[in-house]
């Protein structure tokens, strides 16, 4: 697995501290050479500037809005455009969601799937998929 792929609403946006252990993983996975990606179905525009703003200042490599690449998950398109943004294919990927029809339409893709439900869970499994070693 080469690429970290993480859905915004439901998992990135959620209490101050789980977003800190967020920004946290995410430095320890570019430092351990995974490239990360956000991918949204937001619609895009100026709304979208808080999920913009996790790669203006370096927290992930690219985001990617739906409303932007005209394709929604669990359309195949949206996880095959992200992957390609971070220049991957699905199948080094992981994509961490908070839907299950999206993890599951993630995983038909080629990519694994975590379902997020809440941090202290999604972390063991991201960090034993990348090797990533540390508290967060």
Known sequence: MRGLIVDYCGVLDGPEEDQARWRSLLSAARN??????????????????????LEYHGIVDAVVLSGEIGADKPDPEAFRIAAD????PMRDCVMVDDSILNVRAAVDCG????????FDRAVVEVTGLFGIEGEF
């Open 111 to 118: 990519m694994v799937g975590v379902y997020y439900q809440q």
């Open 32 to 53: 351990n050479g995974v490239a990360t990606a956000v991918l949204s179905n937001d619609p895009g525009g100026p709304g979208a500037e808080p999920i913009r703003e």
């Open 85 to 88: 943004t971070i220049d991957l």
